[in-house]
Nanobody
Framework: VQLQASGGGLVQAGGSLELSCAASGNIFKIRLMGWYRQAPGKERELVAV???????GYANSVKGRSTISMEIAKSTVYFQMNSLKAEDTAVYYC?????????????WGQGTLVTVSS
């Protein structure tokens, strides 16, 4: 499974961010799609994740100012965040969990840098 992300770049503080990620290749059955991020000197952390049944979860740091959505038919996940802060600066990684019962595998995108300027 290959993941192609788009979006990101340089954003002003207080601005908004839109990311998208499309999965392709040998997809069996997507279970989850989402986004993680890794800031300089910090560990990778969950930002938002969505199940194919529509349920979603968000990190406390982005809750209330972000939205994750998915187009299952296109195997694409979207992430939109408002009111960006300097601490949102990080490399954002697309994530997919794919597979059947007992054979779920994780896949990661190459990462897209988001820099929030003050």
């Amino acid at each position: 499974v290959q993941l192609q992300a788009s979006g990101g770049g340089l954003v002003q503080a207080g601005g908004s961010l839109e990311l998208s990620c499309a999965a392709s290749g040998n997809i069996f059955k997507i279970r989850l799609m989402g986004w993680y991020r890794q800031a300089p000197g910090k560990e990778r952390e969950l930002v938002a994740v969505m199940s194919t049944d529509g349920s979603a979860g968000y990190a406390n740091s982005v809750k209330g100012r972000s939205t994750i959505s998915m187009e299952i038919a296109k195997s694409t996940v979207y992430f939109q965040m408002n009111s960006l802060k300097a601490e949102d600066t990080a490399v954002y990684y697309c994530y997919v969990a794919d597979g059947g019962a007992g054979t779920i595998r994780d896949f990661w995108g190459q990462g897209t840098l988001v820099t929030v300027s003050s």
